[in-house]
């Protein structure tokens, strides 16, 4: 192909400003997960909303279950308490230490600045047992210390995020102390040799993420690919953005564009914008984009559970095998950006979705009820929960203000009340129930959607085996 090439002081030829849209939308989708997660690692570090900045290279234990006015991720889990470390890989490997945790459920995502998470330590994969694992960045050499398993990030920046399941207020101390015991650390004495240098991750000034300016998207993704150069896959997405000055240890030069030429890289920024908060797949505009050809092939043979991945559809989703860990398709990768970034690979958790009753209507401002006939919850090694959220403009999803400050329903919950024939039904509604407010899930009084969390899923979720009843619409009041 042939590359676009700005011409400065000039009026762009009559396709060109098709072409800049094109290319600015590709890098919107291509290059939003890492915007994200470099956003969220400045305001960690250098913008708290409560308490002291976070530190590099250490855990920031969140003490509190996740609420509704301290949500600052979207679809958060309001089941566990979380921790949070932003490492930097590019000075020398780290050490972290994972206690042992008897039979609770936990996890330790490590996630590379492409939101792929290259490990998870959990039961699943290192059993209960303490361990030591050492963590070294894409350029180390070095053979890793005597007793450890040496783990290999694929950017040198990395988001470790550690899930602690609480059983409730009385669970809270013993899930602190627990927390407490993660720990990130440097390695004692010389154990290999690091690239040299690297960028400071508050190198960015706090106006680079200024909405109002979204030309600044492409300085943020800059910096990012230059700090996290990308894996070779990415060569045929790089190889189209290098045409706008867009790649690793490359500027972003606004004076060689004219302003046309800007005003069209601005409409595909928002072009790819649009293209992430459409409900499906096939709401991304009117007109067929070169770069979604691109995407496509990329990505391989369509996955028939994608149009179903935000609850636009009757029914549940199934989450399609690559969320987690995307290869690929950057398209999935940057719509999980925009509404719940940092999930688990589905081997640990599977997120099921739906935005509509089993008429095919859309959920809200009525009461519902979710019945599990006797034996058939999720079948899971570790918990399952539902969790309603309130939908805003982008279509992200946040937790729901409620008078019980309750904000999911599972089986961690000592207290939930089974039917005489072993059944579970939970009532899904905004108003409080005259009856069996046990099993009750507070909604918003609007439109919601309902995700179904299953950790550790057992074969006959991963293989399309179990199905999830579908939400019916009450009519009595009562329920």
């Not at 079948?379 to 805003?392: C, G, I, K, N, Q």
Request: hydrophobic fraction near 35%; include cysteine; glycine fraction near 10%.
């Amino acid at each position: 192909m042939n590359e676009r090439r700005p011409v400065t002081g000039s009026a762009p030829e009559p396709d060109a400003s098709g072409d800049l849209m094109d290319v600015a939308r590709l890098a919107y989708i291509y290059g939003f997960p890492a915007y994200e997660m470099a956003r969220l690692r400045f305001r960690a570090l250098a913008q708290p909303g409560e308490g002291s900045p976070a530190r590099l290279n250490a855990f920031r234990h969140d003490k509190a279950p996740t609420v509704p006015t301290t949500s600052r991720v979207t679809t958060s889990n309001a089941d566990m308490l979380k921790s949070s470390a932003w490492l930097d890989l590019s000075r020398t490997p780290l050490v972290i230490h994972v206690p042992q945790a008897a039979d609770r459920y936990f996890s330790l995502a490590l996630m590379d600045f492409f939101t792929n998470n290259f490990a998870v330590l959990g039961q699943r994969t290192k059993g209960t047992a303490a361990g030591d694992f050492f963590l070294v960045g894409p350029q180390w050499k070095g053979t890793a210390p005597a007793g450890m398993a040496a783990l290999r990030a694929p950017t040198n920046g990395v988001w470790a995020l550690v899930r602690i399941l609480v059983h409730g207020p009385d669970d809270l101390a013993k899930v602190r102390a627990l927390q407490d015991q993660f720990t990130v650390s440097p390695p004692s004495g010389r154990a290999g040799e690091t690239a040299s240098g690297g960028l400071d991750p508050l190198s960015l000034p706090e106006a680079s993420f200024d909405s109002t300016k979204p030309l600044r998207f492409f300085d943020v993704l800059n910096a990012v690919l230059s700090e996290n150069p990308p894996p070779a896959e990415d060569k045929a997405v790089l190889d189209q953005l290098r045409t706008i000055g867009i790649g690793p240890s490359l500027k972003f030069k606004r004076r060689d564009f004219t302003a046309p030429q800007l005003r069209a890289l601005r409409q595909g920024l928002a072009s790819g914008r649009d293209a992430l908060r459409a409900r499906a797949p096939q709401q991304v505009g009117p007109r067929r984009w070169p770069s979604d050809t691109l995407l496509a092939r990329l990505r391989g043979p369509e996955d028939p559970s994608r149009d179903q991945l935000h609850g636009g559809q009757r029914g549940w989703s199934r989450p399609p095998p690559t969320v987690g860990d995307f290869g690929t398709d950057y398209l999935l990768r940057a719509r999980c950006g925009l509404r719940g970034i940092g999930g688990l690979p589905v081997e640990d958790a599977m997120y099921f979705i739906t935005g509509t009753d089993a008429a095919g209507v859309r959920l809200g401002a009525g009461r519902y009820s979710l019945r599990f006939p006797p034996g058939g919850s999720p079948p899971v090694d570790a918990y399952w929960s539902l969790t309603a959220y309130r939908t805003d403009e982008n279509n992200r999803r946040w937790l729901v203000p409620n008078a019980i400050d309750r904000y999911s329903v599972g089986s961690h919950m000592p207290d939930l009340a089974y039917g005489d024939d072993g059944s579970l039904e939970i009532f899904v509604q905004h108003d409080r129930p005259v009856a069996n407010e046990e099993n009750w899930l507070p909604a918003p009084d609007g439109h919601f959607v309902l995700t179904l969390r299953a950790y550790q899923p057992r074969r006959e979720l991963l293989e399309g085996r179990y199905a999830i009843p579908e939400v019916v619409r009450r009519r009595s009041v009562s329920g």
